[in-house]
């Protein structure tokens, strides 16, 4: 019997229930030596009882083969992808009778030791706990239209009274969220921070088994420990001021987990050069599995266990794919500028730095982060003319100097033809491949004008 094939086609079959790193995690280390043939008989019966999904014989080195395949633009960083800390994960979608989506993972590089600094990504997940937690306070009266107003009471804490992007001037929980899926707000990201506060942040998310991530500080701002630890005081008021929830000003005693995440050679404080690795063990933390976990929960809820999953309305749902999806230039309010925020801002994989207006028929249901030198992108991309659809989340170090906070960070010339090449490589790989049946994407056609 091949064991390494019987492996390979049970994480064919699992999916990302099963990440190929912890099939050995949750099954051969965990097997008694006298309940071997049982589980074999098991693995042959699920894999039968799957037979109508469709199991890849590509080999373990899938999406390495195909970068292969066009040396001029991933021989680089193929050669080097351990300094790139380069890390892929391509999901194959295709659909059962009923349009039921089956899912087939590759993974390339891909090491949750391998830390990255996860930038703007981890908007994604305090987004959608903030749309959970205004669901919870449905009962005082609490929407994410209502007026939600911050005060300061600890030290670099600031207030917000007024929100100059919406119609009436009032900062509400959706515009946050709005700004924050459309052109990465920082400053949104704060405010649904601090409406969480930093311990249930992290206590929702490891409940929901994402238990890697972590989610420790306020972005663009210099804080302290102590101080990111202190989460502001919000209150709610209808449109007619009256009082809805009032929430005091939080504070997580809880010890961080330990970790020894550190970076580069060198990097720049006060001006001063510092050389040794800086480290990034009290930063936010967010490994690329959980991401791409975090993705599919969204787009495909019904896809992940129940535990995973974000308890969201159906309307919450749509809302996020559609702001997730949307060009700046195709929003109204908030309104922005288009020269400083293109169709193709924050939109890294597929369409790298392009500017200009991008077709309409093809869409990238994205959240990307970039800082330190890193780049990261998770996407679900959808041509609904050509009837493509596919999950690629990826990330690279950029940094060849290996000096951090030095403002020579090689983005333009590595980080973004890399993910722009990937996605279309990816893209044309699937233009070709052979499709039982042909997805029903109607559920990702979004008016973009309502």
């Not at 992007?165 to 969220?177: E, N, W």
Request: proline letters at 5%.
């Amino acid at each position: 019997m091949d064991i390494s094939l019987l492996k390979s086609r049970l994480q064919a079959v699992i999916g990302e229930s099963a990440p190929a790193q912890g099939l050995n995690r949750y099954f051969w280390n965990r097997m008694a030596p006298r309940s071997w043939n049982l589980f074999v008989s098991c693995c042959f019966l699920l894999l039968a009882c799957h037979s109508s999904s469709k199991i890849q014989k590509q080999p373990s080195d899938f999406v390495e083969q195909l970068m292969a395949d066009h040396p001029e633009q991933f021989k680089g960083v193929l050669e080097k992808r351990d300094s790139f800390r380069v890390q892929i994960i391509y999901t194959q979608v295709d659909r059962k009778k009923n349009n039921k989506p089956v899912f087939t993972d590759y993974y390339f590089n891909v090491d949750q030791r391998n830390y990255y600094y996860p930038a703007s990504t981890v908007k994604l997940p305090t987004a959608l706990l903030a749309l959970e937690r205004i669901n919870k306070l449905h009962r005082e009266g609490v929407t994410g239209e209502s007026s939600m107003i911050t005060e300061a009471a600890f030290s670099k804490q600031t207030p917000v009274y007024n929100d100059p992007t919406t119609l009436d001037g009032r900062p509400t929980l959706d515009q946050y969220i709005r700004k924050i899926l459309l052109v990465s707000d920082n400053d949104a990201f704060n405010r649904l921070y601090e409406f969480l506060g930093q311990e249930y942040i992290n206590k929702e998310l490891h409940h929901k088994r994402y238990d890697s991530t972590a989610v420790l500080h306020r972005l663009s701002i210099a804080m302290t420990e102590e101080e990111n630890r202190h989460t502001n005081p919000i209150r709610f008021f209808d449109t007619g001021a009256k009082l809805l929830y009032s929430q005091p000003m939080k504070y997580n005693s809880a010890p961080y987990p330990a970790r020894k995440d550190s970076i580069a050679r060198g990097y720049y404080a006060g001006g001063k050069l510092n050389n040794n690795a800086m480290n990034f063990s009290t930063k936010n933390r967010l490994p690329l599995q959980e991401l791409h976990k975090m993705m599919r929960a969204v787009l495909f809820p019904g896809s992940v266990p129940k535990k995973q999953r974000f308890k969201l309305t159906d309307d919450q749902y749509q809302f996020v794919r559609k702001y997730l999806s949307l060009y700046p230039s195709e929003s109204g309010i908030p309104s922005y500028d288009t020269t400083t925020y293109w169709d193709a801002y924050g939109k890294f994989l597929y369409w790298g730095g392009e500017k200009g207006a991008l077709p309409k028929s093809i869409r990238s249901f994205s959240k990307e982060g970039d800082a330190y030198g890193f780049l990261i992108d998770a996407a679900y991309i959808v041509d609904f003319d050509k009837h493509v659809e596919f999950m690629i989340s990826a990330v690279i170090y950029c940094n060849t100097d290996g000096i951090l906070n030095d403002d020579k960070y090689d983005y333009d010339s590595i980080g973004l033809p890399f993910l722009k090449n990937l996605g279309r490589v990816i893209y044309e790989y699937e233009l070709k491949r052979p499709r039982t049946r042909k997805p029903d994407l109607s559920t990702f056609r979004i008016d973009y004008q309502n």
